[in-house]
């Protein structure tokens, strides 16, 4: 019998899915939807800089995926500046930045 304490719960329960993310950075940069669980969710553009964005719900969680601005002086500015692709995911409920896709690679801030 396999017996969880609460911390692994905590733990699991905080993990994010990898492959969704890196099929949601797919979509959202080559398509006009995102498809997650079975569900559409519209790709948008933000305001004046028209980067492509879209809202999409994980195991309970909704998160907002964002195309990186490249004019950021961030490391993730430079990549996109010299044309890989990076998507910031963005939890909706804690407002926390929580991973990065970049080129189909996943990172997990904080981990």
């Known amino acids: 019998m396999l017996v969880r304490t609460s911390n692994e719960e905590k733990l699991t329960s905080n993990m994010l899915d990898h492959e969704t993310m890196k099929s949601v950075a797919e979509q959202l940069m080559t398509g006009s939807e995102v498809v997650v669980e079975g569900r559409a969710s519209r790709v948008t553009r933000t305001g004046s800089r028209r980067f492509r964005t879209v809202r999409f719900v994980v195991g309970g969680t909704e998160y907002q995926a964002i195309e990186q601005n490249p004019e950021k002086p961030s490391r993730w500015g430079k990549l996109a500046r010299e044309g890989h ?27």
């Open 85 to 111: 692709r990076v998507v910031q995911f963005r939890d909706l409920g804690t407002q926390k930045y929580v991973a990065v896709a970049v080129d189909g690679k996943v990172r997990e801030y904080g981990r």
